[in-house]
């Protein structure tokens, strides 16, 4: 009989321990979605592998959260609706903190400031109607751009931001600063003589945080004191360093 008993609270403890295995690994593996071709921030290097001040940020705070993360590429039209389908748990993007997403998905503490250059041809200023503009699809640029009445030459990635304007087929573009600075490295572009401007409009200047699934709330508080922890560590100052020629934060 205390055989028996022993073997049934074995068999308990080993089920007890297997049911807690599986749901340590439930909460520890994520899905992170990235961007591709959004130098410096996400792109592929020599190689073939993602990296970028944002992918790399990311990275740091898996291990900080000792999570399981798997990487996936993604285009920031999407980005949104796939974290409310619970495509993804963190999007590891530049998202400015907009009250239409923030009505959808719930948003890190920030991990940068982010600013919108206005690039354009000698001339072509903000105020003028009837401007194409090139624009990242799904981004605030673009969004802001819609509201001035400004045709919209919409690109799937950041990295394809200069060619409407190499083309012709747009006459300014508004960009994030950081995106800007792999820009200027574009030959083609730099013939064009572009002039630049920072745009002062309140949505498109503020803080740019990760995206959460918004049925992990707890994962947001995971995320933000990661991201705390290697604010404090020197780790997000390397990654900084290593991809940006200024601080962000």
């Known amino acids: 009989m205390l055989r028996r008993v022993r073997l049934i609270a074995c068999s308990l403890a080993a089920a007890l321990c297997l049911a807690a295995g599986h749901a340590q690994a439930a909460v520890w593996a994520l899905k992170v979605a990235v961007l591709e071709n959004a130098p410096p921030m996400a792109y592929r290097d020599a190689d073939g592998r993602l990296t970028g001040f944002s ?3 990311a990275r740091a705070l898996c291990d900080e959260m ?5 990487f996936q590429t ?5 980005l949104v609706d796939q974290l409310v389908a619970g495509e993804f748990d963190i999007a590891a993007v530049s998202l400015l903190d907009t009250p239409e997403r923030r009505s959808r998905i719930l948003f890190s503490q920030p991990y940068f400031r982010s600013i919108s250059l206005w690039i354009g041809k000698p001339g072509v200023l903000p105020g003028e109607h009837g401007l194409r503009i090139a624009v990242l699809k799904g981004s605030a640029q673009e969004s802001y751009a819609r509201k001035q009445g400004w045709e919209t030459v919409g690109v799937r990635t950041s990295g394809e931001l200069a060619e409407p ?3 012709g087929s747009a006459q300014a573009a508004i960009v994030p600063m950081n995106t800007s600075l792999n820009l200027q490295k574009n030959k083609d572009f730099q013939r064009l003589g572009l002039h630049s401007a920072v745009l002062k409009a309140p949505e498109l200047v503020g803080n740019a945080a990760f ?3 918004p049925r992990r709330p707890e994962l947001r508080r995971m995320v933000d004191a990661a991201l705390e922890r290697i604010k404090r560590n020197g780790v997000y100052e390397r990654i900084n360093t290593q991809f940006l020629p200024f601080r962000v934060l």
């Open 55 to 57: 992918v790399e940020v």
């Open 66 to 70: 000792q999570a399981q993360c798997s």
């Open 74 to 78: 993604t285009v920031l039209e999407q």
């Open 165 to 167: 304007l190499i083309a």
């Open 211 to 213: 995206g959460i699934n």
